[in-house]
C-alpha cells in the first residue's frame, strides 16, 4: 500500500454480500421523507461476484458463493441503535469502509452503497478537542463515466469523500475538505480536530462529493456524530434515556439498487421512511420515564413534521446546539441537514403513534407512522428540568456587524413541473449554478455579516446550510424570532422566502460551501463556494 500526498492510498477493491438483520422501514402514503438507516448487526460473508449480472433471489444456492439471508420481521420490532466508536485518550481513530451491501428493510432485499456494509454507519463520539482521524477506504467498483459537459448532471457516482456536517473545523488539507475527491480502488486519510470550546451536541457526517452525493446519501452513506457532555450538569437530562434516531428516506429501483438519477428525482420517489434503518420500530418506555431522543433528518430530499400522539415534545437542542431554555412543542419541524434533540415525558400505559404529519413544503411531505412507542411496566417518577443552562454562543448584536450580503436561491422548471424530468430542471444560486474553480462568497477572518437569503423559487422550499460556522436566525418572513435560534440549517420557504441570520467567520480560513440540502436541489446545481481569507 502506497501513500500519495494527497492522502491516497492504493488498495485492492474487494467487493462482498453482506448478511444484515433487523433491517427495516416505514411505508409513506405520499410521497418521502426523513428516513434513518440503522447500521445492526451486520454479518459479511465476502465473495467476489459480478455487479452487472447478479441476482437478487433471496435463496440462493451456496454454490455461487452467496450465502442467503435470514428472514427478519419487516416491522415492529423493537429499534436498534447503530454501533457506536468513541475516542480514546483525545483520539478517535476508525476505518470507514465504502462498499456495496445487502440490506433487508422493510421486507425488501436492496444491494446499494454503504459505510461499514450498514446504513446508517457506525454512530462516532468524540468531545470538544479531540481528533477524529479516518482511514476511509472506497471499495466501489470503477466508475464508467466521465465528467459530463454540465458538472451539476449527476455523474461518477462512486467517487465519494467526507463531510463533518455542522462542525466548525477547519475545510481545508485532510480536515473537513469537501473538494477533496476519494476515487474507488484506494484508501484516504481524513484528520479533523475539534476547538476545545466546540459546541457539545447531536451532529452527523455524509458524502459531499458533487456529482455522486445524492445518490450516496440516498443509499443510506450517512452515520451520526455526537460532541459529548452537552447537559452533563442538567440531571434530568443526563439521566434520562438516551436513544440517537437517524431518519432516512428509502427508495431504490426494480432491482433494488440507486443506480440512476431518476430514481430519486421525482417527488414521489421515495417508497417509505426509517428509523435506523427500521420500518416502523417499537420504542419502549415505561409510564413517567424520561428519555432524551437526538432526532438527526438524514432524508436526501424532504422536511418531516414529527408528532408523537398524546405527547408534547421538549426541545432542548437545535443543530447540536444548546437552547437556554426548553421549548415545549405539539410538533417537530425537522429539515433534511437538521438535528431536533427532544425530551419526552412517557405518559399512561399504552401504544402511541409516532407519526410524520402533512406538511406543504411546495409538494406533500411524508405522511405516516414513523415509530409506535409502547409504554408498559412499573411507573417512574422522573421530571423534566425546570431550568437550561443558558446557550453555549453568544448573540450576535446590531454593533457587531462588519458586513451585509444578500443570498438568492431560484430554479427554472416546465410548465408541467409534477410530470417534468429532471434534465428539465436547472437550480441556482444568485443566478448561477455551482462551478467549484469560482469563488462566490470572498468573507474576511474575523468578520462578522447579516446574511439575507430569500427563494424565489415558485414550487419549492429549499433549506440553506452553510460549512464550518453556524448562524444565528434573528427573522422569517419579515418576522422578528422572539429568540433568535442557532442553526447550521434553515428552511427558505418558497415564492419569495426571506430567511435573516448572522454569523462570526472565526478561526479557520479555506473554501466551503453554501447549499440546498434538498441533495436533489444541491446535485443540480444550488450550490457556492466561500472563501474565507486572512488579510
Known sequence: MQQDPNGASSVTSTMGTTTLSRRQLLDCGLKAGALSLFAGAANAQHAAHDHAGMSHTADMSPTMGMIADTPVPAMDQPLVEPEVRRSVNGVLSTTLRVGYAYRQIGGVRLYVRSYEGGSPGPTLRMKPGDTLRIKMINDLPPNRDGLPADISHPHQFNNTNFHFHGAHTSPSGISDNVMRSMAPGRSYNIEITLPADHTRGTYWYHPHHHGSADIQMSSGMVGAIVIEGDFADVPEIATARERLMVLTQVVYDANGMVENFETLFPETATRFLAINGQRRPMIE?????????????????????????????????????????????????????????????????????????????????????????????????????????????????????????????????????????????????????????????????????????????????HVFHIHTNPFQVISANGKPLAVPEWRDSVIVERKGGVVVFRSRFIDFTGVYMLHCHMMNHEEMGMMQTVEVYKA
Open 285 to 461: 418506555m415505561r409510564p413517567g420515564e424520561v428519555q432524551r431522543w437526538r432526532i438527526l433528518n438524514a432524508a436526501y430530499q424532504d422536511d418531516m413534521l414529527l408528532d408523537l400522539e398524546k405527547h408534547d415534545l421538549q426541545a432542548i437542542a437545535y443543530d447540536g446546539i444548546q437552547l437556554g431554555a426548553m421549548q415545549p412543542l405539539k410538533q417537530v419541524l425537522i429539515a433534511p441537514g437538521q438535528r431536533a434533540d427532544i425530551l419526552v415525558k412517557a405518559g399512561s400505559p399504552g401504544t402511541y403513534a409516532f407519526n410524520a404529519a402533512q406538511y406543504d413544503q411546495g409538494h406533500p411531505s411524508p405522511v405516516g407512522p414513523l415509530a409506535r412507542v409502547v409504554v408498559s411496566g412499573a411507573p417512574m417518577d422522573m421530571k423534566l428540568p425546570r431550568a437550561l443552562p443558558p446557550a453555549p454562543l453568544a448573540t450576535i448584536k446590531d454593533s457587531e456587524i462588519t458586513n451585509r450580503r444578500k443570498v438568492v436561491l431560484s430554479a427554472t422548471a416546465p410548465e408541467a413541473d409534477a410530470a417534468g424530468h429532471w434534465q428539465e430542471f436547472e437550480f441556482f444560486v444568485d443566478g448561477k449554478k455551482f462551478d467549484p474553480s469560482r469563488i462566490d462568497q470572498r468573507v474576511k477572518l474575523g468578520a462578522v455579516e447579516e446574511w439575507t437569503i430569500v427563494n424565489t423559487h415558485e414550487h419549492d422550499d
